[in-house]
């Protein structure tokens, strides 16, 4: 039941919050019960007095009636707000006959239908805010998130997209604590008041919903630049962080001049405000948020240099600055009407930030790490408990669904509108859906009309593709017809049932398809196939040999393909396919053939036998990949890298860690053995010319890349010189970190020197993201003791239990990265990380809630583990005051 508390107890000395002991039953709500209120805030007035105990924030809300006006109470959700006064256009309010309150908000009883203005003021505690929702401290600035629901932590408010407003934001701070003072828009005042404090004012012009909002206060410093938009208008661009950090600024400003070239020139879309400030804070739950000309970012996200940021860590910056970016447009000029609708902005997105890193790296290598993420991750979710559609129908913590479905697998959906209606089809959907959408908040109903209309296409159809849960396996059968020169491919697809959803109607899939002549030369260029219904027969003419046929071009549609190859021919293809991606894809089917069919039934504990047992044609592959002329490194470093755990494991019924992890380290070492010659040299050749400057070409990543898959391999024989060599000699974090990762697992001297230096220089230099790359590279070794290793870890002087990179550094690592010892038979890790998220969720739960999708996979392992799996997970839901987050987690998982 709703915890009502007396208005007059809270205007009492200290800030009453509502108590964490207060559990309100969760709530879920549904897609289908959408409705819009019968009173809109219009436009909204804010005012911060931030001080050290406590910070007072009023509001003025000016609101109108629907139209026609509906009489119904309104509404304001509200979270750990102590209420302070409320008058309605300058009348005070009463609690009881004009209004109620409750943990969850505030509801006018009964509101004119004419327009009026509420004015609110309440006090806060961001310096207590540990759920980093709401206005928090961050290594003693303050900042925002309100996304999905944090605004309700700030003020009494709508806290819901399809509300939007203008704003109009006031900040009083202490000018010596706070110098910097930030908030959406236009600075349009600003000043000193009384006792050292002063006030900067913000109006941001264009209307958004409160996810949008936010604001900052802090000593940061920064870096500047200009950008001239297409159209001739002059951008300030600003970049904060901490001190320290003001030399690992620029590739994020780099990227994001680019993000702003680069959505000009493919979408003619600019931006559209005077100013343009990143911050970027250490401690944030995601990776970014996009609020409207005020981004906050985890300084993950943003901070890089040679010597802390990895060739991946680069590319992650730049993605996640052009994502942000390019939402100004996907987000916040055309937003979201409701949050099952969140795939809208953010598949739309991720889309937009993947096409942006392609065109500024390499399309194939891309495409490779995209079509990764979609294996290990989402289709692990899409076969679990967690399975939801790329929108979903229902929740109780929004903040749970912010998934890799919504976000990447929606980001494929809307990668294969692309592939159906080409390049230029696209561009048109899009040219419509802003056209139609600027300043509105939508749904992706809205976006496929667009796209439909745009074209002249029906994509009803297409619609199954947001009401589905779970990966369709598209199954291929071809025949030739040597006398006709016809050959026929026959593709049918089934969706396995999800959580709800037993029965599957046919998707729409586009199946990129070409056909090679067996001497490699093209029969058949790509051509889209599109498959629509159960089983359809596509017929190719004029097919004078017989064909190898190349399926799911460039992963054309997030879906798995049957289609039974023999080993020579994933050879032959990963050799010759004319379509880069389906190379990778043909050794990646190769080694995982032979790693499941070493792991079933292996005695795990008889290593070298198993070894013998990794036939020649997986090595012979890799041995034509390595030493390929003329193919991409990174290309060769994807494809001589084994599937992890986590994308086998989903091909492995019940799944047995131990036969599985033996067969990959088997099979690792198989490939140091036989390959050694080939691998030492190649090693030594891609040595970095001495004295050559770092560079983040794709060509001198690729050499780092496949040079460090190279160095891993030789490590699993025992070769430390060669590791410790490149440690020592290290220029750059991607040198340095492969060197640690592959010494690792081999307790010695050489270990301990370069985790001790390492350590040594980055506590020296204050860099707190290359501490973390130090504990999550111990915390996912493969080593018997290796949850001591955690433990210790989380007790060294580094670790910040309230810091969430910190955590997810250690503990998520161990739970994700770590299957040996997140499974080990004696059920310790599986105790260990129930006891983490218990702990976890008391301070921060959308952290906590995230780490408990860690057991979701119980129900694929068999006895003991399955028992112990999901007696935690039973242990995790019963625990007494729990978040709602991280119940839902665990109640979706064991249902
Ligand atoms: N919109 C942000 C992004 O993808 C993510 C913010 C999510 N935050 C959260 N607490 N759920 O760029
Ligand atoms: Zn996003």
Known sequence: APHARSLASLRGGSVGMASSAVVDAPVERFRKDYALPAQLVGAVELKFEIFETETLVHAALHVEPASPPRREPMV????????????????????????????????????????????????????????????????????????????????????????????KVRIEADKQAYPLL???????????????????????PFRKPSYLFACVAGKLDGIEDKYTTASGRDVRLAIWSEPENIDQLGWAMQSLKDAMRWDEQTYG???????????????????????????????????????????????????????????????????????????????????????FSSDMTSEAVKRIEDARIMRSAQFAQDA?????????????????????TVYNKGAEVIRMYRTLLGAQGFRKGMDLYFARHDGQAVTCDDFRAAMADANGRDLTQFERWYLQAGTPTVKARGEYDAEGGVYSLTLSQTTPPTPGQPHKLPFHIPVVTGLLARDGTTLVDSTVLELTEEEQTFKF?????????????????????????????????????????????????????????????????QTDALEKEVPSSLIDAFRATLCAPGLDNSLKAYSLSLPDFGTLSQ??????????????????????????????????????????????EPEAVGRRRLRNVCLSYLAKLGDEDRALA????????????????ALVESPGAARDEVLSTFYERAKANKEALVINKWLAVQAAADTPDALETVKSLMAHESFDANNPNTLRSVVNTFAGANPAGFHKADGSGYRFISEQVIDIDKRNPQVAARLCNAFNTWRRYSGARQDMMKGELMRIKESPGLSKDTFEIASRSLA
């Open 76 to 167: 304001l959700d509200g979270e750990e707000l102590a209420l302070r006064s409320i008058e309605m256009d300058g009348a005070p309010l009463v609690e009881g006959s004009d209004f109620t309150l409750s943990a969850a908000g505030l509801t006018l009883l009964s509101p004119p239908l004419t327009p009026f203005t509420l004015r609110t003021v309440v006090a806060i505690k961001p310096q207590e805010n540990t759920q980093l929702s709401g206005l928090y401290k961050s290594s003693g600035n303050f900042v925002t998130q309100c996304e999905a629901e944090g605004f309700r932590r700030i003020t009494y408010f709508q806290d819901r997209p399809d509300i939007m407003a203008t704003y």
């Open 182 to 204: 930030l908030s959406n828009g236009n600075e349009v005042g600003k000043g000193d008041l009384p006792s050292g404090r002063h006030f900067a004012e913000f109006v941001d």
């Open 269 to 355: 879309l600019e931006y559209d405000l005077d100013v343009y400030h990143i911050v970027a804070v250490n401690d944030f739950n995601m990776g970014a948020m996009e609020n409207k000309g005020l981004n906050v970012f985890n300084t993950a996200c943003v901070l890089a240099k040679p010597s802390t940021a990895t060739d991946d860590d680069y590319e992650r910056v730049q993605g996640v600055v052009a994502h942000e970016y390019f939402h100004n447009w996907s987000g916040n000029r055309v937003t979201c009407r409701d949050w099952f609708q969140l795939t809208l902005k953010e598949g739309l997105t991720v889309f937009r930030d993947q096409h």
């Open 384 to 404: 679990g408990p967690m399975a939801h559609p790329i929108r979903p129908e229902s929740y109780i913590a929004m903040d749970n669904f912010y998934t890799v």
């Open 541 to 605: 003419e004029g097919i004078t040999s017989p064909p190898v046929v190349s399926l799911l071009r460039g992963f054309s549609a997030p879906v798995k393909v049957d289609l039974p190859r023999s080993d020579e021919e994933l050879a032959f293809l990963a050799a010759n396919d004319a379509d880069p991606f389906n190379r990778w894809d043909a050794s990646q089917r190769l080694a995982t053939r032979v790693l499941l069919e070493m792991a079933a039934g292996c005695d795990a504990t």
């Open 651 to 696: 091909e492995m019924d019940p799944i047995e860690p131990d036969s599985l992890l033996a067969a990959l380290k088997a099979t690792r070492k198989a490939i140091a053995r036989q390959l050694h010659s080939e691998l030492a040299a190649a090693y030594d050749a891609l040595a970095p010319p001495a004295g050559a400057a770092f560079t983040l």
């Open 726 to 741: 490149q440690f020592r000699s290290a220029t750059c974090m991607t040198e340095s970190i492969a060197a640690v990762r």
